[in-house]
């Protein structure tokens, strides 16, 4: 009892200092986030919990994720990752300025109601290694990702549908998940996706 207390204060005086509160944003949700590193076998990594919180705005929505234990050497602050949604359009999802461009999407039934969940390509500029497909729900956020160049992938677990939707995920043996052993393969399966996009925008 006297460890949850604790885990309580910690927490309201985190968020305290995020200055992130009902006051501030109108119908603002705020949660944990259980994050996990996996081996493509399914052997665990590295696990964590993360802050969420999902700030509705005039044309967008954003997505925080908060890592109470990484400070930012810099400025001092708690670091965090934002993702941010238009909501009149799925195409482009925004990962801090970088812009992630959407590849593929595809639903799913979860007790008797469609989901559907978009997989965005992430390349930031000047970052060497860190390319990714973002598996992404409008409702919870991030599900899945998945770097291109490592042998793991990571899951982000808030609330029962978010873990359905990641259990869906990892039954999915279609191409829509990267679960493709051969790198070389799979670069050229992602080239023809992207060379796709690039032909739209």
Same mark, same amino acid.
């Given at each position: 009892?006297? %460890?949850?207390?604790? *885990?309580?204060?910690?927490?309201?005086?985190?968020?305290?200092?995020?200055?992130?509160? +009902?006051?501030?944003?109108?119908? *603002?949700?705020?949660?944990? *986030?259980?994050?996990? #590193?996996?081996?493509?076998?399914?052997?665990? =990594?590295?696990?964590?919990?993360?802050?969420?919180? %999902?700030?509705?705005?005039? =044309?967008?929505? =954003?997505?925080?994720?908060?890592?109470?234990?990484?400070?930012?050497?810099?400025? %001092?602050? &708690?670091?965090? +990752?934002?993702? &941010?949604?238009?909501?009149?359009? $799925?195409? !482009? @999802?925004?990962?801090?300025?970088?812009?992630?461009?959407?590849?593929?999407?595809?639903?799913?039934?979860?007790?008797?109601?469609?989901? /559907?969940?978009?997989?965005?390509?992430?390349?930031?500029?000047?970052?060497?290694? =860190?390319?990714?497909?973002?598996?992404?729900? $409008?409702? *919870?956020?991030?599900?899945?990702?998945?770097? !291109?160049?490592?042998?793991?992938?990571? &899951?982000?677990?808030?609330? &029962?549908?978010?873990?359905?939707? +990641?259990?869906?995920? @990892?039954?999915?043996?279609?191409?829509?998940?990267?679960?493709? +052993?051969?790198?070389?393969?799979?670069?050229?399966? #992602?080239?023809? /996706?992207?060379? %796709?996009?690039?032909?739209?925008?």
């Amino acid at each position: 009892m006297k %460890k949850n207390t604790c *885990v309580i204060i910690c927490i309201y005086l985190f968020l305290q200092s995020c200055n992130i509160s +009902n006051n501030q944003y109108s119908n *603002v949700r705020n949660d944990t *986030v259980k994050f996990t #590193l996996r081996t493509m076998g399914g052997e665990i =990594e590295r696990e964590g919990i993360e802050l969420f919180f %999902k700030i509705p705005h005039k =044309e967008t929505v =954003e997505f925080r994720y908060y890592i109470p234990s990484i400070i930012d050497s810099i400025t %001092k602050a &708690t670091a965090f +990752n934002s993702y &941010t949604i238009f909501k009149n359009s $799925d195409s !482009l @999802l925004l990962f801090g300025d970088d812009t992630c461009f959407l590849l593929d999407s595809k639903r799913y039934l979860i007790d008797n109601k469609f989901y /559907q969940i978009n997989k965005y390509f992430m390349n930031q500029e000047n970052v060497i290694d =860190e390319e990714s497909e973002i598996l992404f729900n $409008d409702s *919870v956020g991030i599900i899945q990702e998945y770097p !291109l160049n490592w042998n793991f992938y990571a &899951t982000h677990i808030m609330d &029962t549908l978010s873990q359905k939707l +990641n259990d869906a995920l @990892l039954m999915d043996t279609s191409l829509f998940v990267k679960r493709i +052993n051969n790198k070389n393969k799979y670069h050229n399966i #992602l080239s023809n /996706q992207l060379n %796709k996009l690039r032909r739209t925008y």
